[in-house]
């Protein structure tokens, strides 16, 4: 079965320290892994994608995602974090099942928390 | 412009009542989605549309009948609501993989 996991519920980070979310996948085929993030009382906003290319995915708000494919991991890394990028971030990957349109499983999201 | 819309935003109801949650998208995608997200964040499809056909549907009770009049909304008609039928309910519609989200519809059932 496809599925994604996010080991980690809670992640917390110092202003301007790099962070990292981590994210694995289990998946048949090619996979396409997607970031979106979540903040409070929001509906969810995508960052970043990876489909083939550059193991190195850059997306929005200076986020960016490494792919491997060895380790099967995705994990989304910032290299400085700001107050402001406290959300639920959902890693997710495409169910190669789930019809012509694309249908994602979301892991069960990271809460990050950043201090000042 | 707003690019997916719900209304409403909040929803407090009985159970047993019937209700509905509407959503539209102006950004010409064909397909479109109804996830649900419970109270631990946990997000699930239920429904997706493309061009006003249903492809997914997932297993959810029946009481859930979405309904697409055009390919621009996707309407979610909920019949003899539960309390378990609380939680936060997205629209999404996409183009090329990347979805785009409703700002959520909170459903509370007391």
């Known amino acids: 079965a496809q599925s994604v996991a996010q080991p980690e519920d809670q992640v917390n980070v110092a202003e301007g320290n790099p962070l990292t979310v981590k994210c694995t996948y289990s998946?048949?085929?090619?996979?396409?892994l997607f970031w979106y993030v979540q903040y409070p009382n929001r509906g969810l906003q995508f960052l970043l994608k990876?489909?083939?290319?550059?193991?190195l995915v850059k997306g929005s708000y200076g986020f960016e995602a490494e792919f491997n494919k060895s380790q099967t991991s995705f994990h989304l890394k910032k290299p400085s974090a700001l107050v402001s990028d406290s959300a639920l971030y959902f890693c997710a990957v495409r169910d190669p099942y789930g019809g012509s349109q694309g249908n994602l499983i979301f892991g069960k999201g990271t809460k990050l928390s950043v201090k000042p | 412009d707003t690019a997916v819309s719900q209304t409403p935003k909040y929803l407090v109801t009985q159970m047993g009542n019937d209700k509905s949650i509407k959503c539209e998208q102006n950004?010409?995608?064909?397909?479109m989605y109804w996830y649900k997200q419970d109270s631990k964040k946990f997000l699930k499809i239920m429904f997706s549309?493309?061009?006003?056909?249903?492809?997914i549907n997932e297993t959810v009770p029946n009481r859930f009948s979405p309904k697409s009049p055009d390919k621009a909304h996707l309407n979610l008609h909920i019949n003899s609501l539960e309390l378990g039928d609380s939680a936060v309910y997205f629209c999404?519609?996409?183009?090329?993989?990347?979805?785009?989200f409703g700002p959520g519809t909170r459903l509370t059932v007391t």
């Open positions: 998946v048949s085929g090619n996979p396409y």
């Open positions: 999404a519609s996409s183009q090329e993989g990347v979805k785009t």
């Open positions: 950004l010409g995608h064909d397909t």
């Open positions: 990876y489909i083939t290319g550059d193991n």
């Open positions: 549309y493309n061009n006003k056909e249903l492809i």
